[in-house]
Nanobody, 123 residues
Framework: QVQLVESGGGLVQPGGSLRLSCTAS????????MGWYRQAPGKQRALVAA?????????ADSMSMKGRFTISSDNAKNTVYLQMDSLKPEDTAVYYC???????????????WGQGTQVTVSS
């Protein structure tokens, strides 16, 4: 099983910054990618950004996040980070860590999810 431990959420004023972290542990053979999704009240969960084990990044097309969020990773620590700057009230959501990988050699890739961390942007 894969465990994902998220941290870094909280309450921040508009224009502020937060850095989310997610560390994967447990039994797995390889990581294909890790990333962050978010879900605001009444909305579906949606991609924020993802990064492959090779360092390729994929950001949501939403112009509202463009240039403000940066994803990075530390492969040695099985950890992914999301730096969020110039935060806006519309960034308020539960942010979920996603892990995509293989439990063992030859296995299909599967997804695991963290429990979510609340980010609230409000004055």
């Amino acid at each position: 099983q894969v465990q994902l431990v998220e941290s870094g959420g909280g309450l921040v004023q508009p224009g502020g910054s937060l850095r989310l972290s997610c560390t994967a542990s447990g039994s797995f053979f390889s990581i294909a990618a890790m990333g962050w999704y978010r879900q605001a009240p009444g909305k579906q969960r949606a991609l924020v950004a993802a990064i492959t084990s090779g360092g390729r990044t994929n950001y949501a097309d939403s112009m509202s996040m463009k240039g403000r969020f940066t994803i990075s990773s530390d492969n040695a620590k099985n950890t992914v980070y999301l730096q969020m700057d110039s935060l806006k009230p519309e960034d308020t959501a539960v942010y979920y860590c996603n892990f995509r990988g293989r439990r063992y050699r030859g296995a299909y890739e599967i997804d695991y999810w963290g429990q979510g961390t609340q980010v609230t942007v409000s004055s």
